[in-house]
């Protein structure tokens, strides 16, 4: 069991108010580590520092460490200039609790992030169906590829984002409540699939049920 | 890599860009100040008597001011009322359809190049020369209806917005009280935006004052008094500075249009400072 | 009380809704001897020589089309750098300045420009120029700066209500600042720009001032960038007041006309342009 995130110390304040208080977690390779705890108490801006995309909120000041294992090295991606950032972000790819899409058709959502990482549309678009049949969307919609993508449904929207992390097969996944759209049955589809891509991909998760983290969890952080 | 490249490219135009706009504001300003004087504004009358109307002054940019501001004013006082109203009217009573067509009809006046609405004046002089009034000729009154003309649909779009901008529930709780519709607008919206009117109002007089085409059609000229009546013939800064550009005779005169460009400049720094700080103190005030 | 304000409310809308009816009233008034006289086709003729009865408006034509392009061409670089710069890789404090700076400089008179110009870069073309400081190039150049800024602003908006929908979005995928804007923001944009370049050509092609100051307004047709020209706004400006019965007058009014139609078009366009702009 080696560790790929060692969160130590971690402060979060936006402006005046507290939101994270000296915050320890250990992220491990190739678990599922799920967070847990009341609404508002800072989950989301927790996976946000991981990332750190809590930069693009201008009131948002972090202070302690936290280490990332990038190939053998640690490094402290707070102190991460902000051009090392993207470099960091195809890494360790969030999926948002409210589906983001871009302005595109499905596909090019789909395509995006590769584009960015100089793939070819050719080449992607096998590793795009493989991402749509994980997140059980293919079938729904391989019809429509290039139709608008604000045309999905709710729950087809939620899995259309996570397909688009998925696509870019990041070393951690950050995933803010990814299944809180979908019916039971897709759930437990989804919750199946984490697990085994787990083998691939360090997961840290968001979750508010509490029967999901106890049945995929390897680790549990409860923020209350 | 290429895009990189691109970005490069754009950092340079804008530097260049930003540099020429520098240079150029750099130089109305420099020329101003250095030719400045109170001759150049007031010629031989003292500036006192001048002002007061005991004097006449003869070869100063005085006349051109006070016909600028005449104008300017008048343009302004004739179309806030009509524009403003207007404006009231499509926010707040017109049915969609109705909307939609009268705002393409203000965005064509808008669109409508400020020579031809000079055109319009001059046309509109001719045709009342010719039927009506043998007396009537291009003047004061025909350029500030004519500017009136040319800043109504900004006045309109402007009033239109404010309203519209209103948030939701100011717009609707005096109506959930049982108030009627008019009393909604004079006790409730009104107030609200009447600070974003006087900024409009502010950037309607820039427009008027900054004109030179329509002006040129319609009753400004080289020389003349100031104007004893609306219906003579008067001088105005921006058509000054055309006019001196090519008809200068010598230095004094060239300078002249140094000062005036400046004077303009100063104007339109002025009136956009003031439309920007009552901006800022609107925003301030919807907050509280 | 209330019908008095009614009825303000509504002879206002009518008198100001109806001002375009009127004015495209008078200009077909004063043009329509012209254009039923038998002789219209004369009015598209290559030559204006009113002394000898020629009134053809083409010089004219062509004088306020190339100079309107030119300058739109000049000034699509700026206002695109400027644009992007200010969205995105400029600080915030410089960027929000330099938008401030954008507004007011669409407020600045173009008889200003024009005059600086005169002063400042025709002693300096004509050096350069052979003589030919007077020119397309040179009134281009000048109208170029009238029209950036409401260029500018006009792409900036574009951009910006892109971005504020998807670049958090983008940017959680890895997105460098380049990528931002060529992959997002400049492809999804695609009617904001072809919008804000009708725009500032439309702003050009009615400009009067710097046009009659800075382009020379020969009557010949021009053969190259450094020929004088003469554009259908300073050809209404040069107005000969003397006989306003003459055909020459009135082929002034048909030269109004067909500013005002250009302006019809434009406006027509740019309202379909932004209607069907999806999401």
Redesign the interface.
Known sequence: MSEIIKIKNLNLSYGKKEVLKGINLNIFKNHITAISGPSGIGKSSLLLVL?Q?IR?FERAKCSGEVLFNEDGEWRDILKFKE?EL?????NI??V?QHP?????SIFENLY??L???GIKKDSAKSMIKEALEKTFLYEEIKDRLHG?A?MLSGGQQQRL?LA??LV?KPKILLLDEPTSSLNEELSSKVEDMLVKLKRETTIVMISHFKSQILKIADSVLNLA | ?F??GI?S???L??F??LT??F??LG??FYKGFANFSLNIIFDEASPIRAIIGKERVFDGIFNAIVGSVLVSSLATLLAL???F??G???AS?APRRIKS??S??????A??????????G???T??LHKNFFGNLYTSLLISALSLA?LI?PYI?KMSEQAISNIPNQIKNSALNLGA?R?ENLFLIKLPYISKDLFGGVV?AI??AV????VI??TGAVAMAGIPNSLLSKYEAI?FF??YI??EYQDMFELNK?YVA?MV??FV??A??LFA?LIQKLSLRGKFE | M?NL?NL???I??L??????V??SI??L??SAPLIFGGEFKEFFTLEWDPLNSFYGLMPMVIGTASIASLATLFAI??S???A??ILM?LPKSIASFLE?FL???S??????????A???LIPFANDVLDGKGLSILSASFVLS?VI?PTISIFLLNSFKQ?AK??L?????????K??L????IL??SKKGVLSAIIFGF?RA?????VA??IAGNSLKIPNSLLDSARTL?AH??L?NAND?ESTAFKA??LS?LL??LF??V??AIL?ILTRSK??
Do not use: C, H, W
């Open positions: 990332n995309m693009e051009k993207p470099a960091l972000r195809k790819v969030y948002s983001d899409l871009l302005p595109f995006f992030g584009k960015l990482q608008d604000s984002i688009r992390a870019l | 890599m895009k990189k970005i490219i754009f950092y135009s804008f260049i860009t020429l706009f240079i150029f130089y109305v009322p009509f524009g109203l207007s009231v009217y499509i009573f067509l009268l393409f009809s203000y965005e064509l006046l669109s409508i190049p400020s020579i031809v609405i000079g055109l319009f001059l046309s509109i001719i045709y003309v109504l309109v009627t008019y950037l820039g427009r900054e004109d030179t085409a040129m059609l921006p500075i055309y550009s090519s249009g460009a303009l400049l339109s720094i009136l956009f920007f | 209330q304000f303000g409310l509504v206002s809308v008198i100001t809704s109806l001002l375009v009127l004015i008078f200009l008034y004063f670089v700026s695109f750098s400027f992007v710069l890789f401030k507004y007011f400089l407020g600045v008179p173009t008889v200003l420009y024009a005059f600086v005169l002063f400042l700066f950036f892109v929908k998807s958090f979005a983008a940017k959680s995928l890895g997105a460098t380049e990528d804007f060529f992959n997002l492809k999804s439309a092609v009615g400009d009067t001032m009659l100051m706004t209404i400006a107005i306003y002034l009014f109004g500013l005002f302006s019809f434009t406006v309202r999806s999401v």
